[in-house]
């Protein structure tokens, strides 16, 4: 993502929490975490096997953070090592932030019955919504009363999106997982949203077949005309993860440019690419 600005204040003082997902400075969970931190979140992070590192610590570095954990999320004893890891630094945390998603290549292309294999189906599910029932659990357990959680989900949940095939039954499992969560968490004043972002260029997004159609269809076809831009979705997590999300909790937000609530485009480029 090219180098941006993020609000500054103070609506993230005093709060801790955990990111997963930063991959490199592109991902969705880097966005946010900037975000949260220009308004004073301090926040340990986890990253996936020691390739990932070398470009998540200096991330992690220039919003303060010296706490990096090994965590891949199919693997039990670094899950509960990474969450053991944030417990003994700081007793309690106030947020997660949930931006994980896996489905293989194959699995991304072409027709949904012929290509979803029953390993490539479990994986999906496993790595992209099971992740975030793990990790909800974990972080309830040292979360501190009214805290809040948030993960990423997609469009293709709830529509069919050509080629995101298995992944898009993950996000409709990621979705009404967070519902779930919302309702076991409430009672402790733990909130739990999801966030329905629209295409954003990152490594995830590469892995999808016809990637390019994609931002050029939502661009043409979202109420706003435009591409989803991360910073929209950053503005949307700290709404969420912040005091200001009082009484918001098991809600899918989109932060799509209004893709989601168009059935027909009006006057623009897609119309007038039918000749009319
Ligand atoms: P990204 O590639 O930057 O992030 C995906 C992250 O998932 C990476 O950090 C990767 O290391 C992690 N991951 C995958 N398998 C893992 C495993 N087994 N253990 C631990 N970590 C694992 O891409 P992104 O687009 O920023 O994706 C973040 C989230 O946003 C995903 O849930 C994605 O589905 C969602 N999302 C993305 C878009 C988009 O267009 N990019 C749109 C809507 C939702």
Redesign the pocket.
Known sequence: MAEQTFPTGTLMAGKRGLIM????K????WAIAQQLAAQGAEMAFTY?GDK?LRRVKPLAESVGSDTLVD????NDDQMEAAFKTIEDKWGKIDFLVH????AGKDQLAGSFIEQTTREGFKSALD??AYSFVDAARRASNIMNDGGAMIT???LGSERVIPNYNVMGVAKAALEASTRYIAADLGPRQIRVNAI?????K????AGIGSGRHMFRFNKAASAMQDNTDPMGVAGAALYLLSDLGLSCTGETHHVDGGFHAIGMPQEGPLRESLGE
């Not at 965590?71 to 199919?74: A, E, H, N, Q, S």
């Open positions: 997902g930063v991959a490199n592109n991902s969705i969970a996936q990932l965590c891949d999320v199919t931006a994980i998603a896996f790595i992209s990423l989900t997609y329905s972002a629209g295409p954003i990152t490594l995830a997004a």
